[in-house]
């Protein structure tokens, strides 16, 4: 089987067991947040969260903890339906309006900033660090650009469900540096 068709069975399956373990574990974003050992990170002043959609977990205790330990929030923009994301500063608790896909995001008025470390959003992962997002290619062609210019460490943020024997990645897939679910952290080894 072709890895796209592969890609869009495990995305279908994914998407169904995502929202079980939502109803299941309504608590996974606080047990998740509570289990990042901040001391072990890279050293990051500015990080990026998401806006959870759908069955993705919130990331909202994450980035609460983030932003108390100093760090500059920042949450993903769409400029068009297709292409990287952009970055804008986000005060937690203030008003976000739709980018250009719906999702709601800071301002124009607010500057951009290039993220040292990312919090993503996954339907799976690989105990290699293989990440299945929606299949839009947003995070890989915007990982890609970031890890170009300058060391950014991302984070998958999941349910321990979600992890698969292994993702059928493709050369354009970037991989997780880790992954926070609801059970714990972990790293992932680096070629």
Not at 39 to 61: K, V, W
Not at 110 to 129: K, M, N, Q, T, W
Not at 170 to 179: F, G, K, Q, T
Request: proline share 10%; no cysteine.
């Amino acid at each position: 089987m072709a890895p796209a068709f592969d890609k869009t069975a495990l995305r279908l399956r994914m998407r169904g067991l995502r929202r079980r373990m939502g109803a299941e574990v309504p608590d996974a974003a606080w047990r998740a947040a509570a289990a990042l050992p901040l001391p072990r990170l890279p050293p990051f002043r500015t990080f990026a969260a998401y806006y959870a959609q759908g069955s993705e977990i919130d990331p909202s205790p994450l980035a609460e903890r983030l932003a108390a330990h100093g760090a500059a929030a920042t949450l993903p923009v769409a400029l068009s339906g297709e292409g990287r994301l952009q970055f804008r500063r986000w005060r937690i608790g203030e008003s976000l309006e739709p980018d250009a896909v719906g999702v709601p995001s800071p301002p124009a008025g607010e500057p951009s900033l290039a993220p040292e470390l990312v919090i993503a959003p996954l339907l799976a992962f690989d105990r290699f660090g293989g990440r299945l997002g929606q299949g839009g290619g947003h995070y890989d062609r915007t990982l890609a650009n970031l890890r170009a210019t300058a060391p950014v460490f991302v984070i998958g943020l999941a349910y321990a469900a979600q992890e698969v024997d292994e993702i059928p990645m493709e050369p354009h897939d970037e991989r997780l540096d880790a992954v926070l679910t609801e059970a714990g952290y972990r790293e992932f080894e680096r070629d």
